[in-house]
C-alpha cells in the first residue's frame, strides 16, 4: 500500500494534486505523468484511503497506472478537457462501481478497467474510437453497456470473463472484432453485429447462454465452442467456419458431420478429441489450420477434402490410431510434425504435385508406405 505521507505533489508537468483527508483534489493543465511500474510508481498506487477524486477542467490525460489498485475509490469525476485515459489508470479499483467518460475523450488504453470487480455502470465518450485490449477484462459486475458509434474496433480481451454482462450492441461503424473479446461471458444471451464486422478467434467461446438447443455456440456463420454432450454430432447448415479450439477437449465425441457449407477449420479445432474415430470432411473445405486434429488418439481413417494445398503443422500428430490418408491432388506441402507419431499409419498416397515435405513431417514411425 502506497502511503501519502505529504498533502501534496505533482502529477505532471504542470499538474499538481493535494489531498485532504479521502478527496484526492488534481489541478492544473496538460498531460498527467506516465507511471510505469518497472520504472517509477504511482504516488496513489494501492492507496487505501483515497475514496473521491477530483480532476479539474485544464489537465489533458490521465498517465498510466494512476490509480492502480486504489481499492477504496468509489468516485472520479473526468472533467471535458481530458482527451486520452492511459493503460491500467484504474485496474484493479474493486470498489468503483460506476464512472462517466466525457466526450472530449478518445482514446482509453489498454486494461484501463481491468478487474473492477465492482463496476456496474459505465458511460462511454461518444468520441471513443476503440475499446482497448482488456478494457473491461475480468469486470464481473457489469451487465449492460453502450458502445458509441464512434467506436471502429474491439480489440482483443477487451469484455472478457465479464461473466454478468447480458446484452449488447455492436454499432455499424466497427470493422473488427478482436480475439477472445468476449470469451467467458457467461451470462450474454443477446448480441447484434453488423454484417461486414470481422470476428477473430476464441471472440465468444464459453458464452453458455449464445448456445443453441444442441450446445452449438454459433455467431453470425462462425462456430466458436461446443458445450453439448451427445457424442456423435451433425454440424448445423449455418456453419462456414469451425473456428480455433470449437471443439478441443470434447473427449466424448465419437462422430463428426461437417455439412458442405463450411469452408475452414481452425487451429486445433479438434484437438485432444480423444474418442473421436470419424469424421466426414465435405470438398467444401478450403482450409484446415495447424494441429487441427493433434491428440485425437482414436481416429483412424480420413479423407481430406480436395480443395486445401498444405497439410499444415502438427495437424495430425499423436494421431496413433490413424491407419490411412488420400492426401489432394492440389496439395503442394506437408509441414512439420505433421503426422508426428503416428505410428499405425500404413498407407500414405503423395501426389506428384507436393514439392516441399518437411523432414519430420512423419516423424517416429517406419512403417508408412509413399506412393
Not at 468509489?74 to 485496474?91: E, L, M, Q
Not at 469424421?279 to 483412424?300: D, H, K, R, Y
Amino acid at each position: 500500500m502506497t502511503n501519502i505521507n505529504n498533502t501534496k505533489g505533482i502529477c505532471g508537468p504542470e499538474v499538481t494534486w493535494t489531498i485532504n483527508e479521502e478527496v484526492l483534489f488534481i489541478e492544473g493543465k496538460g498531460p498527467m505523468f506516465d507511471y510505469h511500474n518497472y520504472e517509477k510508481h504511482s504516488p496513489f498506487e494501492k492507496n487505501e484511503k483515497i475514496k473521491t477524486v477530483i480532476i479539474s477542467f485544464g489537465v489533458t490525460t490521465i498517465g498510466a497506472n494512476t490509480f492502480v489498485e486504489c481499492k477504496n475509490l468509489t468516485k472520479i469525476i473526468i472533467p471535458n478537457s481530458i482527451t486520452t485515459i492511459g493503460p491500467s489508470v484504474f485496474y484493479g479499483c474493486n470498489n468503483l462501481k460506476s464512472i462517466e467518460i466525457p466526450d472530449s475523450v478518445i482514446a482509453i488504453g489498454y486494461c484501463a478497467f481491468e478487474n473492477c470487480t465492482n463496476l456496474k455502470n459505465v458511460t462511454l465518450s461518444n468520441n471513443l474510437v476503440g475499446i482497448s485490449e482488456w478494457m473491461f477484462d475480468n469486470c464481473i459486475s457489469l451487465e449492460n453497456i453502450v458502445i458509441p458509434n464512434s467506436v471502429i474496433e474491439i480489440y482483443d480481451q477487451a469484455f472478457m470473463n465479464c461473466v454478468n454482462l447480458k446484452t449488447i450492441t455492436i454499432p455499424n461503424n466497427v470493422i473488427s472484432i478482436g480475439f477472445r473479446a468476449f470469451m467467458n461471458c457467461t451470462s450474454l444471451e443477446k448480441i447484434i453485429i453488423p454484417e461486414n464486422t470481422s470476428i477473430d478467434n476464441k471472440a465468444f467461446s464459453n458464452c453458455l447462454k449464445l448456445a443453441d438447443k444442441d450446445g452449438f455456440i454459433i455467431v453470425k456463420n462462425m462456430l466458436f465452442d461446443f458445450i453439448g454432450i451427445n457424442d456423435c454430432i451433425t454440424i448445423p447448415n449455418n456453419v462456414a467456419h469451425i473456428m480455433e479450439e470449437a471443439f478441443s477437449n470434447s473427449s466424448n465425441i465419437k462422430n463428426v458431420i461437417i455439412p458442405n457449407h463450411v469452408v475452414s477449420i481452425g487451429y486445433k479445432a479438434f484437438m485432444n478429441c480423444t474418442s473421436l474415430e470419424n469424421i466426414i470432411i465435405p470438398n467444401s473445405v478450403i482450409s484446415i489450420e495447424g494441429c487441427a486434429f493433434e491428440n485425437c488418439t482414436s481416429l483412424e481413417n480420413v479423407n481430406l477434402p480436395e480443395e486445401i494445398n498444405s497439410i499444415n503443422y502438427c495437424m495430425f500428430e499423436n494421431c496413433i490410431s490413424l491407419k490411412t490418408i488420400t492426401i489432394p491432388d492440389n496439395v503442394t506441402k506437408i509441414e512439420f510434425a505433421a503426422f508426428k507419431n503416428c505410428m499405425n499409419l500404413k498407407n500414405v498416397i503423395v501426389p506428384n504435385t507436393i514439392t516441399d515435405i518437411s523432414e519430420d513431417a512423419f516423424e517416429n514411425y517406419t512403417n508408412v508406405e509413399i506412393r
